[in-house]
């Protein structure tokens, strides 16, 4: 760090920006970033946009091309439902894990936050897309965009050719099974736009030359693909539903196939950041708090922007306590950045008690070594098992309970204690671990062969079940996409005893 | 590197073609929620913003997840300050309800809530509606016209020129006259300057001027044949096409006598008024008359006929010889679609029902294209009126006239959750909408 006799002139002065005051703020930051923090990000794409925008970003799942459908509308009208009536700010940025990567800005930031926003989002958020491990392995930022592209102009090619309710049946049902459409253990392919247009363009050009009038005319049945000996006999467990779907499917149309792809597609892209919220905010949090702090003791933020700053970041790491009417769950800016300002304590001036817990990092001084390394190589679930400290937890006041639904009470099982602390920690990273918040259902077989019965099974975690009309309607969904009956069996994840059964014709009885 | 683009002038209303997707899915239940909501709300209301709220049946999102309250969980809470391991806390009271919202993975499937703006409710409400029977497609005084894109042509203003076209022409226009290049003068030029810095020897001087004549020559052409010239320019051409402009008139009739209480005369307006907002909403073009009557018929304005109060005997017949009169006046009918709506509570006064019959027998329904007449009967009356052949003197007249015509329909009102499917009973396309 400077010296305070190297004291800078203010970037700007009072509350309003133009493009020459953003472009001073974002090289000043850059500065910073790159050489005091050796943060590494994507060339930045920063965009102004007015609030009807942030709105229109909110509901396409803040990606800036989306094919339509009717449950953006709806998310549309509900955000623009809490907006209006005050319920809800916008928030200031919004930023899209791509590359170039592009940050939206909101017009109506004062020029101090635009300064918090373009650190925040433009740096943090980007430098931690760009380099955590999660990312890289399972997203394709170069490529996403023109995918995206891609999947809009198909599903609106397919809408022209076979009607807006047939897509929007097959949207509706892969939408359902987006949770399922995941590889959790193997690594997916690249996506690749051009790929895939050749790919539909060589199936439309092979179906083009080879077209027969007469095919139309021989009877349907003859139509039918039996399966090939090799799927038949191919072992068919598999955990992704949706790629199971789109690969074995009795029943679907080629285009429809391509549609579930899509779906999977972004189930799979949006995967890693379920993954990493916590420390995807935390990181950017971390990394606009120590940006701000750095402009302003270089002078290059004035005092009055320096406590606007201090004040926005204030509220985004607020935590109320549990019993607070403004409890809402655990913030994962304040727990991230609280972690991440920790390692920074713990790396500087370690106490005892740090020196048991972290003695390969406790007083080595290199704290932005331990946290880039931690943003590059850690989710949620894994950084919190490793970096989670005694103090923090003290003062965070953490404890865990358990709720057993068959218990007229819940039980405090740990407090910040000696004895709490190990088990406090490792139930937060239980929590933060995705697979305890989603039911485990996996494709079982299929008989495709025989009845084409498909087959799923739900492995109960800890006797939590699912929720029977979601479940019910979900299943509907599939059917449509398998064509035939689907069942489902819930089978206990210790005993492994089967739970309950549930069959599409059973469902279909019903209602 | 890094780029600040300014999007805020970029086209707002990006999820626009996703809301009316919604709006659309959700169409069959918002109709059924305004048709109940006609019961409470001042029905001028309609006209407005509405906050409305769709079951989840239709537009939940079903996926597979966990339910709350099964099975056990580990939480972890932050902002300990009372309790210590071991601690068992009930599930009812404060704590418990934080913890079971903590607890639910799911959030509660709830109904939605979201604001239509007025002509998203406007146009819900009278989709399927229109006037029946417009076949006089007579032009009014003044003819409407709007311009149609048709082909090109050489004049023109310079806001429609057909850039597209005039490069092409331009382009072949060049090719033709051989007009040189940039490339080929650039090239002579640089010839030009590599034999100058050349030694001169006699040859070299000969092919200099050679080439100083070329360059001199193709410039000349180069000016002689214009880029782009005045011959090339194509615009767009532009026909006015007249479009037919229907004209329409609607007379609504209300009794406003002593005998229409302030019930019925409430039932009567709502009616109206959904009708007035129905013909200013679907036909731009079409007029309204007004006409309300006790023991004599009277043309009154809107406000009026709306808002003010006026007490007396009940001659019904008074308000047909009025619309008569004005038809007479202002309405060719050769020229006009005349429609009527009639409100009543079937009062009047002896023989003057027959009189009434014997006026729209006698021509004034031949001139309508319909004739809809709403008896504002007593709730308790409903169940004895249940059958048509049953009624006031009014009515059982107005039914004969019915028998005959079918131009004239007729229907009866009790209770305001009763307006909007009467009114979509009157005014449904036909063989689309029955009476709900």
């Known amino acids: 760090m400077r010296a305070g006799n190297d004291l800078q002139r203010p970037l700007f002065h009072g509350s309003d920006w133009n493009f020459d005051i953003l472009q001073r703020v974002y090289d000043a930051i850059k500065q910073i970033a790159h050489e005091d923090l050796h943060l590494d990000t994507y060339t930045n794409q920063l965009e102004i946009i007015s609030a009807e925008q942030m709105l229109d970003a909110y509901s396409s799942i803040g990606m800036p091309l989306m094919y339509g459908h009717w449950s953006y509308g709806k998310r549309f009208l509900q955000e623009e439902q809490l907006y209006r009536k005050g319920h809800m700010g916008l928030a200031y940025e919004l930023v899209i894990n791509s590359n170039p990567c592009i940050c939206y800005l909101m017009e109506g930031n004062t020029a101090a936050l635009q300064t918090l926003v373009i650190a925040h989002a433009a740096f943090g958020h980007n430098h931690f897309f760009k380099n955590n491990q999660l990312f890289r392995q399972w997203t394709d930022a170069s490529a996403i965009l023109t995918y995206l592209d891609f999947a809009k102009n198909y599903v609106r090619q397919c809408e022209e050719r076979h009607g807006v309710a047939a897509v929007e049946r097959v949207l509706d049902a892969a939408h359902a099974l987006m949770d399922q459409g995941v590889f959790r253990y193997r690594r997916p392919g690249r996506l690749s736009a051009e790929q895939e247009k050749a790919r539909e363009r060589e199936r439309v050009a092979h179906a083009e030359r080879t077209f027969n009038d007469l095919w139309r005319t021989l009877p349907s049945f003859a139509f039918k693909t039996a399966p090939s000996e090799a799927t038949a006999g191919q072992s068919t467990e598999e955990e992704n539903i949706l790629y199971f779907i789109e690969k074995n499917s009795p029943i679907l149309e080629p285009w429809q196939r391509e549609i579930v792809r899509i779906v999977r597609f972004l189930a799979q892209y949006f995967y890693p950041q379920r993954q990493t919220k916590m420390m995807n905010e935390g990181c950017a949090t971390f990394v606009h708090y120590t940006i701000t702090n750095l402009m302003f003791e270089r002078g290059l933020i004035e005092e009055g922007h320096m406590l606007e700053i201090i004040q926005n970041h204030s509220e985004v790491i607020f935590q109320p306590g549990f019993n607070d009417l403004r409890y809402g769950g655990l913030n994962p800016y304040a727990l991230g950045f609280e972690m991440m300002r920790d390692i920074q304590r713990i790396c500087t001036e370690p106490t005892a008690e740090d020196r048991d817990w972290f003695p390969e990092i406790a007083g080595k001084g290199a704290w932005l070594d331990v946290l880039l390394d931690a943003w590059a190589s850690h989710r949620d679930e894994s950084f919190i098992r490793q970096f989670l400290s005694p103090k923090l937890i003290r003062k965070m006041r953490l404890f865990a309970l358990v709720d057993d639904a068959s218990d007229s009470y819940v039980e405090v099982t740990a407090i910040h204690d000696d004895r709490g602390y190990e088990s406090v920690r490792s139930a937060l990273a239980d929590s933060y671990d995705i697979t305890t918040h989603q039911p485990d259902i996996q494709v079982i077989g299929a008989d495709l062969a025989g009845d084409r019965c498909l087959r799923l099974r739900h492995k109960i975690r800890n006797g939590v079940m699912l929720q029977e009309e979601s479940r019910d309607a979900t299943l509907r969904h599939l059917a449509t996409l398998w064509g035939y009956e689907v069942r489902l069996i819930g089978v206990d994840g210790q005993s492994g005893q089967t739970v309950y059964e549930r069959s599409t014709k059973a469902v279909a009885e019903k209602s | ?436």
């Open chain 2, 1 to 436: 590197m890094s780029h600040f683009i300014d999007r805020r002038l970029n086209p707002k209303d990006k999820s626009l073609g996703n809301r009316q997707r919604f709006l659309r899915r959700a169409r069959e239940e918002l109709r059924q929620v305004f048709n109940k909501r006609l019961k409470s709300t001042p029905i001028a209301d309609v006209d407005s913003d509405h906050a409305v709220t769709v079951s989840s049946s239709i537009t939940g999102e079903p996926s597979f997840r966990h339910a709350a309250a099964t099975g056990r969980r580990n939480i972890v809470l932050p902002g300990n300050t009372m309790y210590s391991a071991g601690d068992r806390i009930p599930k009812h009271g404060q704590v418990g309800g934080q913890m079971g919202r903590q607890a639910g993975d799911s959030a509660p499937d709830d109904d939605f809530q979201f604001v239509l703006n007025r002509e998203e409710v406007l146009d819900l409400f009278f989709e399927g509606l229109e006037l029946p029977d417009m076949v006089k497609l007579h032009l009014k005084e003044v003819l409407a016209f709007k311009s149609r894109r048709s082909g090109y042509t050489t004049t023109g203003t310079p806001s429609n020129i057909n850039v597209r076209r005039t490069m092409r022409n331009s382009l072949g226009r060049r090719i033709a006259l051989r007009r040189p290049s940039r490339d080929e003068l650039d090239e002579i030029s640089r010839q030009i300057s590599e034999l100058e810095n050349h030694e001169q020897t006699p040859a070299i001087r000969l092919k200099l001027l050679k080439l100083q004549e070329t360059l001199r020559r193709l410039t000349h052409r180069r000016k002689l044949v214009a880029y782009v010239d005045p011959l090339d320019i194509r615009y767009n051409r532009f026909e006015a096409r007249p479009v037919p402009n229907t004209a329409a008139v609607m007379f609504c009739l209300m009794d406003v006598s002593g005998s229409m209480g302030e019930r019925e005369k409430d039932l009567a307006k709502r009616f109206f008024v959904l009708l007035h907002l129905f013909l200013k909403r679907r036909y731009e073009r079409t007029e309204i008359v007004f006409i309300r009557h006790t023991h004599e018929a009277k043309v009154v304005d809107e406000d009026t006929f709306f808002y003010s109060m006026q007490s007396g005997g009940t001659i019904v017949s008074s308000a047909l010889d009025e619309m008569q009169r004005v038809i007479a006046e202002k309405y060719p009918v050769n020229e006009w679609n005349i429609y009527a709506a009639q409100a009543s509570d079937g009062d009047n006064s002896p023989y003057d029902s027959n009189r009434c019959q014997e006026i729209l027998e006698g021509g004034l329904l031949a001139k309508c294209q319909y004739f809809a007449y709403v008896e504002i009967i007593d709730a308790r009356e409903r169940d004895i009126f249940r059958s048509a052949t049953n009624g006031t003197p009014l009515w059982n007249s107005y039914r004969s006239v019915s028998e005959k015509l079918p131009r004239l329909q007729m229907v009866r009102l009790a209770v305001p959750e009763d307006i909007y499917p009467v009114f979509r009973h009157l005014f449904a396309k036909h063989g689309s909408v029955g009476l709900g």
